[in-house]
T-cell receptor, first 111, second 114 residues
């Protein structure tokens, strides 16, 4: 089992729809979770961090964390073509506080 | 938000030369800095973890004598690719983490070795 798994995609949604991105992790002791967005040819950009069970909203983005189910998700409301990118789920691991990334989900928002 | 800069953004060099890449956290003091490499259409690969004043910890398979890391201060880390070869051509990205373990990534350096 991979440490961090994401729905493989690619995922296509029409403009204005809700995009739902999912991620599961294997280490039950994990405490810190992040979503990054990476455009082609660019470096990752932080979208959200989440540390507690429940929902965390920031503009059109909502991160959801369920530690009992070892599940993290990201919802993007009112999706825009500019949201088209690869979304990376990341979990902090180890004493060096490194990030373990999922393989990424490629999202395309169709105009 | 926290800003991390990298310099240069791109570099072309001849085989056998060395290239230095700088990574700076501009508005915060980073507890730890990380160096990644990414080949086209592949995932980020962690190369090394670096703390100020300490020797870097390299991931398995990364040659520490080829990829020299210096972490001179809480806001500056450098990666030197020594005796670069065409297979070292890649996108090198640094990140800096704050006290919440949040990693902020630099814009990356695209290295092409001829």
């Amino acid at each position: 089992q991979k440490e961090v798994e994401q729905n493989s995609g690619p995922l296509s949604v029409p403009e204005g729809a809700i995009a739902s991105l999912n991620c599961t992790y294997s280490d039950r002791g994990s405490q810190s979770f992040f979503w990054y967005r990476q455009y082609s040819g660019k470096s990752p950009e932080l979208i959200m961090s989440i540390y507690s069970n429940g929902d965390k909203e920031d503009g059109r983005f909502t991160a959801q964390l369920n530690k009992a189910s070892q599940y993290v998700s990201l919802l993007i409301r009112d999706s825009q073509p500019s949201d088209s990118a690869t979304y990376l789920c990341a979990v902090v691991r180890g004493s060096a506080r490194q990030l373990t990334f999922g393989s990424g989900t490629q999202l395309t928002v169709l105009p | 938000g926290a800003v991390v800069s990298q310099h240069p953004s791109w570099v072309i060099c001849k085989s056998g030369t060395s290239v230095k890449i700088e990574c700076r956290s501009l508005d915060f003091q980073a507890t730890t800095m990380f160096w990644y490499r990414q080949f086209p259409k592949q995932s980020l690969m962690l190369m090394a973890t670096s703390n100020e004043g300490s020797k870097a910890t390299y991931e398995q398979g990364v040659e520490k004598d080829k990829f020299l890391i210096n972490h001179a201060s809480l806001t500056l880390s450098t990666l030197t690719v020594t005796s670069a070869h065409p297979e070292d051509s890649s996108f090198y990205i640094c990140s800096a983490s704050d006290e919440t373990d949040t990693q902020y990534f630099g814009p990356g350096t695209r290295l092409t070795v001829l």
